[in-house]
Nanobody
Framework: EVQLVESGGGAVQAGGSLRLSCRVS????????IAWWRQAPGKEREGVSY????????YYEDSAKGRFTISRDSSTNTVYVQMNSLEPDDKAVYYC????????????????????WGQGNQVTVVS
């Protein structure tokens, strides 16, 4: 059974930084990918960033480019997202998600692509 356990949320002032962690376990194959998604109050869930487990290739949605960095530590099976220059619009519940990797990264933007989800972590940005 795939398990994704998140940590690291909290409150920060605008312009500050937070790092979220996602501890990954249970995949029976190594060609998987991990994603960070978020859902703000009253809005649809949206993708933020994605990383392939095999080659650590990373992808970012426009909202994250230049501010967020996704990475993985294969020794601990943990995926991180470092979020800098946070803005009030970044306030959301952030979810870690896991699924099979693909060479067509457009699929990563579809929430139906992801089979496994973490419990969610609140990130609050105070202006």
């Amino acid at each position: 059974e795939v398990q994704l356990v998140e940590s690291g949320g909290g409150a920060v002032q605008a312009g500050g930084s937070l790092r979220l962690s996602c501890r990954v376990s249970g995949f029976t194959y190594d060609h998987y990918a991990i994603a960070w998604w978020r859902q703000a109050p009253g809005k649809e869930r949206e993708g933020v960033s994605y990383i392939n487990n095999r080659d650590a290739r990373a992808y970012y949605e426009d909202s994250a480019k230049g501010r967020f960095t996704i990475s993985r530590d294969s020794s601990t099976n943990t995926v991180y997202v470092q979020m800098n220059s946070l803005e009030p619009d970044d306030k959301a519940v952030y979810y870690c998600a896991g699924g099979v990797s693909t060479t067509n990264s457009h699929y990563y933007s579809l929430d139906g692509w992801w089979d496994n989800w973490g419990q969610g972590n609140q990130v609050t940005v105070v202006s």
